[in-house]
């Protein structure tokens, strides 16, 4: 396999490019793609490598992947968009737009507690399909009836699924378009939260790598205490985990058409890396959320013991925030916002350093204490600024 990238990059980011082609020269990606915006400038956009290892076909300029819960920026940013337009306050109870809410105490809960992952509705209480989970008001009527796992904004625990669906129903009920129509209308349209026909054509296969491969820690990154380590080790391998049960329900490949057509607001994105940090390009612009609004979401409403990933987490509304979960270097630590995925995908923004980048890979790497593909890119990015 090639290890060297096509696309373009500004030569002052050269670095960037140099860490994307080591990391396809030594096997820490199969395929992948990186961008980077600077003040609404393509600075970086970069490809390579392998999309299917079972065709051998390579990533090209189009190709799209899976990106997971990167999905979740993208999300927060139709809510915010939906409650500028309609003039509605995040902290308004939940039950005033959304009445069957209401029941089993959760009268209380207002959408920030679920943009910021406190509302104790991150498992769902029974088995749902794939295509039962296709259906976003069927999954609104399966949350409104459930009771929370905690008291609602008292803590703060990822619902790794969950949080499409009762954030995605504000979006629904104000616009009447599912979270990944009311997307690809105004967001961008390379943007798909369901994705299907020529949208997949080209998507990358998800694969994973030996297992004594797939998990690492992030060098240079604080490190993390062995007791968060053994947490975290639990959360990840036991079945009666609440990040288990939070995370694979449904059941589903990344690679099956019918879960990528599916449209989950939580972890439904397919998309290029140039479309995700064009996507973040445009919201450190103005473009799509005003400054004031965007700088209320990217302030932090929880920091912590992560009840669900069993170590620190930190949220804005729907934005993930530099901590032992979201591993950025220094420069970086105190302005960026944005949501990596699964395996390895970060879609990041800095307000204050006019950056957006995006890295998507298909080579799955499990860890919930970062990726060092990512952080070694954002860290080449930081360097030439």
Not at 88 to 103: I, K
Not at 238 to 258: G, H, K, M, Q, W
């Given at each position: 396999m090639s290890s060297s990238a096509a696309g373009h990059v500004d030569p002052a980011f050269a670095e960037v490019q140099a860490v994307f082609e080591a990391g396809l020269a030594d096997g820490d990606d199969l395929g992948a793609a990186v961008a980077v915006f600077v003040d609404g400038r393509a600075v970086v956009d970069l490809w390579g490598g392998i999309a299917d290892r079972q065709t051998g076909r390579p990533w090209t300029r189009d190709t799209a992947c899976p990106?997971?819960?990167?999905?979740?920026?993208?999300?927060?940013?139709?809510?915010?968009?939906?409650?500028?337009?309609?003039?509605?306050?995040?902290?308004?109870?939940?039950?005033?737009?959304?009445?069957?809410?209401?029941?089993?105490?959760?009268?209380?809960i207002t959408l920030t507690d679920l943009m910021a992952h406190r509302a104790g509705l991150p498992v769902l209480e029974r088995p749902v399909s794939v295509a039962q989970a296709a259906d976003p008001a069927a999954m609104a009527d399966l949350l409104a009836a459930q009771c929370p796992l905690w008291q609602p904004g008292t803590e703060h625990g990822y619902h790794a699924l969950t949080f499409g669906w009762l954030v995605g129903e504000f979006v629904r009920r104000h616009s009447d378009m599912t979270v990944g129509e009311f997307t690809r209308r105004h967001l961008g349209d390379g943007l798909f939260i369901g994705a299907s026909g020529a949208a997949v054509r080209d998507v990358a296969r998800v694969s994973s790598p030996p297992p004594e491969q797939r998990a690492w820690s992030t060098e240079n990154a604080p490190p993390i205490p062995d007791d968060t380590v053994a947490e975290m080790v639990t959360a990840?391998?036991?079945?009666?985990?609440?990040?288990?049960?939070?995370?694979?329900?449904?059941?589903?490949?990344?690679?099956?058409?019918?879960?990528?057509?599916?449209?989950w607001p939580a972890s439904g994105l397919v998309t290029t890396a140039r479309d995700l940090?064009?996507?973040?390009?445009?919201?450190?612009?103005?473009?799509?959320?005003?400054?004031?609004?965007?700088?209320?979401?990217?302030?932090?409403?929880?920091?912590?013991?992560d009840r669900v990933l069993r170590l620190e987490s930190a949220f804005g509304l729907g934005y993930m925030l530099p901590s032992q979960n979201f591993v950025v270097p220094e420069p970086a630590q105190r302005t960026a916002f944005g949501h990596p995925g699964a395996g390895g995908s970060v879609g990041l923004a800095d307000l204050e350093h006019k950056v957006a980048f995006a890295f998507v890979p298909n080579l799955r790497r499990d860890w919930l204490a970062g990726d060092r593909r990512a952080y070694r890119l954002i860290a080449a990015v930081y360097n030439a600024l």
């Open positions: 990106t997971f819960s990167c999905t979740k920026g993208v999300t927060a940013t139709a809510v915010l968009m939906v409650a500028q337009q309609y003039g509605h306050g995040v902290d308004e109870p939940v039950s005033a737009w959304w009445p069957e809410f209401a029941q089993h105490g959760k009268h209380e990840m391998s036991d079945p009666e985990s609440l990040f288990i049960r939070a995370s694979s329900n449904p059941v589903a490949s990344y690679n099956d058409p019918e879960v990528l057509a599916a449209g940090a064009r996507f973040y390009g445009d919201l450190t612009s103005g473009t799509l959320v005003a400054p004031g609004p965007l700088c209320e979401a990217t302030t932090e409403r929880v920091r912590g013991n």
